[in-house]
Structure formats: C-alpha cells, structure tokens
C-alpha cells in the first residue's frame, strides 16, 4: 500500500467548482453548495489495482487510496468488508432471478454502515489536530460515533432526538458519550447543531467534517463490486435519509469503472423511503428534480429526515440511471423485516424493512425486471428497533417441563393448520 | 425590539464577523434586501438568479423552516429570532 502517501487534492464545491483547502469545513461561502473531496485519479490509477485490493486485508480500508484521509487509517481499523449474502430464497419470494444482501447489520462494532462513514471522519478528524467528535444523529450515526471515539481516546458529544429507540440510546450512553437527547425531530436536532458547529472547536463528523464522513459510504459500493467478482449490479436498492449513501454507491460504481477496476455496465440506483417520510420518494415518484420537506412520522426512525440534504442529488442520480423509487408504510416495514428473517435469517432494522418492502414493490411492478439481479443494502441491525416489531412477531407459548404438555401443544397446532 | 438573524460562519466574513444582525423587515425577502443593503454581496449568496432562496439554504423563523411558511413572503414580527443553516447531511 502506497503508506502515508495522499490522493486528495482539494475539496470542491459541487455546485459552482470553487476549491477550498482540506480543512475541516463543508460549504461553500459563495452558494452554500457542498464540498466534495477531489481526487489525483491518475496517481490512484498506479496504485489501486484488482490485485493490490485483494493482497490487503478484508476490511473498508483495502481501497484505501479513495478515502479522504492523508496517512494511515487511525480510527475504525477493522471496519466493513461485511458479507455478500446470495439470498435465494427472498429471490423466490419477491420473484426475481437472483438477489443479494449486502449486510451491514454486522458490520464492526456498531452493527450499521455508519461505522464506515465515522471511521473515515474520526481518522480525518485526528489527522486534522481534533480531540473532541460530535455528530447529530437519528441513533445509528451516535452509537457509531460514540463507540470509535471511545476505543480511539477521543472525547465525544453525540445529540439525538429525545424520543428515539431505548436500545440505540443505551447503545450510545455504555461507551461513555456525552448523550444529548433534543426535544423535537432529526432536523432540529440537526439545526442546533449546525449552531454548536459554529459556535466550538469540534470536529462534527456529519457538519464541518462531511466532505470526509460522507466519502466512506463509498466502501459498501467498493465491496459489492468485489465480491460479485469484480462487476457492478445492474440493479440497486438502497434506502434514503439524508440520501447521502445513495448517492455515494453510485460514485463508488463510477470510479471503479473509471479506474478499470470493473467494466462499465449499465446500472441502475432505485431509492427506498418510508411513506412517513419521503419527500425523495415522492418527488421521484412525480417526476421532479426539487422535492418539498416534510415532518416525519415513520417507525423507520433512521429514515426520519424531513429535509435531506442530499435529496436533490439522489433525485439526479435516479434519473441519471434510469432507476426508481418508492415508499412504504409502517405495517409494509415490519413485514419487510419478517421477509427478511425468515427467508434469510437475517435481522434488519426498520431502514431494512423499507428497503425490502420497496424491493418487492419494484419487482412486483416491473420496474425492477424480473429476469435481472439485483442488490439490496442492509445498512443496520433489528436488534437495536426491537421496539418497532415487538407486538408483530408473535408470542412465546408457555408449558410447563412436561412432555405431555409440550404433546398437546404440537396437536392443537397440528389441528389448527389442518383447520 | 427589532428582529435577530444569526448568520453562520460562511457568511461572517460578509458581516464583519458579526453573529448576529439586527433587522427591522417585515417579511424574510425584506430581511435579505435589508441584509444586502448594509453588507453588500450577501444576497447573492443566499439567493440564485431568479430570486428564489438557493437550494442548499435553509432559513429558520423561530425554529420553523421557512418552506413550512411562507417562503421569502413569511411575515416577520418584532423579537422574532431568524436562523439561516447551509443544509446538513445525517443519519
């Protein structure tokens, strides 16, 4: 691996091309447009190769030359290279020729793709002389950040919405994160915090330090084109809060077809939103290039950002490949979870509903033909919303140790099916 | 008691490093035209070529996005507290 040897060359606003340093900031002064990292693709070119990617190890960090940081990785070593699941049995169900599951419900340590996004800002953020992180977040993003910034001795301020589910609040408080729980929705959380950030020293990961943070995303694209054997999907469904993975899957097939890595195959980026939540979904659903905030009320709490701010380019993105989006409602996401753990043994939260319950609608309705293969991105672990499927996966039947009991139970279910 | 926006860090160059501005407008347009006339080139910042407020803007009046208002017609009142916050990503 090319060590301590930088690909970046300056952040850019997306929208009018002005470059900036690679500092800690994200918007551009002159349209509020945000910054991206830009790459020296030739020099990554000599460097990042199939075979170079293969002889590294199984983790986000083996395409490392296309992460923001400068040297070394020094926070999050271990994450990704999560399993590419071929899940027949959910391709029967949802009746298409082959599927698969790109699960990041087991991703290190926190069980969500957001341990790529923070491990990239948290390195970054150390690189750049930071010691306290933050982050604003829907839960996913704070037991991530509060976790990697334990095991990394930095301080840490994570803010959540009061009202989100008990297991990502605890999972947040055990590593010893200052947790702020804000009295109101994601985006008011998210407004406050773009006041904070302003106002200290701190590096927040999905603020001022958002070019890098958004970046890793990229790694869950980077792995399903290897581990398909070097080929992109031609079809993706990926769920949307801020939109910011979607749009970051789509790159990462981009550049890896622009370094040679795959051939360039056509690909489409279908984007899954819960009906309780989805100003992406409908404005695509409606043929728009702009879409309008809402007020979410979802289970799919992960999901619950009213104004994404990546939306506008997820809407491009779609329509640039052709792809498709939709939305579904609370019972569709918890029948999404079901499918996906009795076909496949896999268990998701809500974001994981959404994405197999939209799955199944665009399969169902052509858009995503029948014949073709397509991808799914699980990106967080049902064990965290335990809340949201308590009442809907039925019930534990007590006996006592007795085997005549446990025989009379079989038999009046035995009697119930034949009913 | 006039009305306090807070302008965020990539605007305070334009402010003289002011974090917050006193306006006396009635309405968020006249806020922005207030704006322009003291520190001029703001208003380019926050709006695009056909007046409307720039995509990757938000404009807050006490907590509330002005897109759940009125727009640049949202009435402003004395002792209302305007937030303006470049778009966030999340999760």
Redesign the interface.
């Known amino acids: 691996m090319a060590n301590e040897k930088s690909f970046m060359k300056a952040l850019k606003c997306r929208?009018c091309g002005h470059e900036y340093p690679l500092a800690a900031t994200?918007?551009?002064?002159?349209?509020?447009?945000?910054l991206e990292v830009v790459y020296d693709y030739e020099a990554i070119r000599g460097s990042l190769t199939r075979a170079s990617i293969e002889s590294r190890a199984k983790n986000m960090w083996r395409y490392r030359e296309l992460l923001p940081v400068a040297g070394e990785p020094t926070v999050g070593n271990q994450v990704g290279y999560t399993t590419l699941v071929k899940a027949d049995r959910l391709a029967k169900r949802l009746g298409i020729r082959e599927l698969w599951i790109k699960n990041d419900a087991v991703n290190y340590p926190t069980l969500s793709f957001?341990d790529r996004v923070v491990s990239v800002a948290l390195s970054r953020a150390v690189e750049l002389g930071f010691t306290t992180v933050a982050c604003?977040?829907?839960g996913?993003?704070a037991n991530s950040v509060a976790a990697n910034a334990a095991a990394a001795g930095l301080k840490a301020y994570v803010f959540i919405p009061a009202d989100l589910e008990h297991g990502k609040v605890i999972n947040s408080l055990v590593y010893g994160a200052n947790v702020i729980g804000i009295k109101g929705h994601?985006?008011?959380v998210?407004?406050l915090?773009?006041?904070i950030a302003?106002k200290y020293g701190w590096a927040f990961v999905?603020?001022n330090m958002?070019p890098y943070?958004?970046e890793g995303s990229k790694s869950m694209g980077f792995e399903i084109q290897e581990q398909l054997g070097w080929r992109i999907p031609q079809h993706t469904v990926i769920p949307m809060?801020?939109g910011?993975l979607l749009t970051k899957i789509h790159k990462s097939y981009q550049e890896f077809s622009k370094l040679g890595l795959v051939s360039n195959t056509k690909w489409k980026i279908h984007g899954a939103q819960a009906t309780g939540c989805n100003p992406i979904s409908a404005a695509q659903k409606q043929g728009l290039d702009?879409f309008?905030?809402v007020?979410p009320n979802t289970i799919a709490k992960?999901l619950a950002?009213g104004?994404?701010?990546?939306g506008?380019y997820s809407l491009r993105v779609m329509k640039e490949t052709g792809g498709h989006s939709d939305d579904v409602s609370d019972d569709e996401i918890r029948e999404g979870i079901k499918l996906l753990a009795e076909c496949e043994g896999i268990f998701a939260e809500t974001a994981g509903g959404v994405t197999v319950g939209v799955a199944k609608k665009l399969i169902a309705s052509g858009k995503i033909p029948a014949e073709d293969s397509a991808v799914l991105c699980i990106t967080g672990n049902g064990l965290k919303t335990l809340d949201a499927v308590v009442n809907s996966v039925g019930q534990t039947r007590e006996i006592r140790p007795s085997l005549r009991e446990f025989e009379g139970l079989l038999e009046t279910e035995d009697a119930a099916c034949k009913a | 008691m006039p009305v306090n926006i807070?302008i965020?860090?990539?605007?305070r160059?334009l402010t003289n490093n002011e974090e917050v501005v006193e306006v006396t407008a009635n309405t968020i347009g006249g806020a922005i035209n207030e704006l322009q006339s003291r520190y001029p080139g703001i208003q380019?910042?926050?709006l695009d070529e056909n007046g409307g407020v720039?995509?990757?803007?938000?404009v807050?009046v006490n907590?509330e996005?002005i897109?759940?208002l009125q727009n640049k017609e949202t009435p402003l009142k004395d002792g209302d507290e305007v937030?303006i916050?470049?778009?966030?990503?999340?999760?």
């Open positions: 929208e994200h918007v551009c002064e002159f349209d509020f447009g945000p957001k604003a977040s829907t996913n993003l994601y985006d008011e998210n407004r915090c773009a006041e302003g999905n603020v958002r943070y958004a809060a801020s910011s702009f309008k905030p007020k992960s950002i104004t994404p701010a990546d506008f | 807070r965020p860090t990539p605007l160059k380019e910042r926050l720039r995509r990757f803007v938000n807050y907590e996005d897109r759940f937030s916050i470049p778009a966030i990503a999340g999760g």
